[in-house]
């Protein structure tokens, strides 16, 4: 009886997710700038990333990227090509490695790494007048990044 129990309970947190380890940024395999490997190990949250994407704190996309489906959200940039369609355009392998760090992809971008912690001149630590320490995150977590990935593969071209 206690090992079907244990079986069932195993079952459980396998299908829940919380035996899923979070892959750090220096550990994200890209190959030919796709990154196959769910980067949290949890499915992602279109809603949420929908939200991360159109919100200035966060991870402000909107900053260089239009999106039709945010137009309620002001001032969207023109710098990056238009996000509508991106889930048709690429997969969502593509897809994370894009946001995870686009210069792997694509070599002369001006994207951001939002999932990168090292290679970078850093300047001060914040306006401390301190040099920067160790303490510099990546700009989204690693359920972030699912996020933002799950919400660009529902856009399709209209």
């Known amino acids: 009886m206690k090992n079907s129990i244990f079986a069932v309970a195993a079952t459980m947190i396998a299908a829940t997710g919380l035996h899923a380890e979070e892959v750090l940024p220096t550990n994200v395999a890209f190959n030919d700038g796709a990154v196959e490997q769910s980067l949290s190990g949890v499915a992602g949250d279109a809603a949420n990333g929908r939200i991360i994407v159109g919100d200035k704190g ?10 039709a489906d945010l137009a309620d959200v002001p001032f969207q ?3 990056g090509p238009a996000l509508d369609g991106a889930g048709e355009r690429w997969s969502e392998a593509e897809l994370r490695g894009i946001v995870a760090n686009a210069k ?9 790494s939002f999932y990168k912690t090292e290679g970078f001149i850093r300047p001060g630590n914040a306006y401390t007048g301190k040099a920067a320490d160790d303490t510099f995150g990546p700009l989204l977590s690693a359920q972030q990044i699912e996020d933002v990935v799950a919400y660009l593969a529902t856009l399709k071209e209209e």
């Open 77 to 79: 940039g023109e710098i």
């Open 58 to 67: 966060q991870g402000n996309c909107v900053a260089c990227h239009q999106v």
């Open 104 to 112: 792997i992809m694509f070599e002369d971008s001006m994207m951001p």
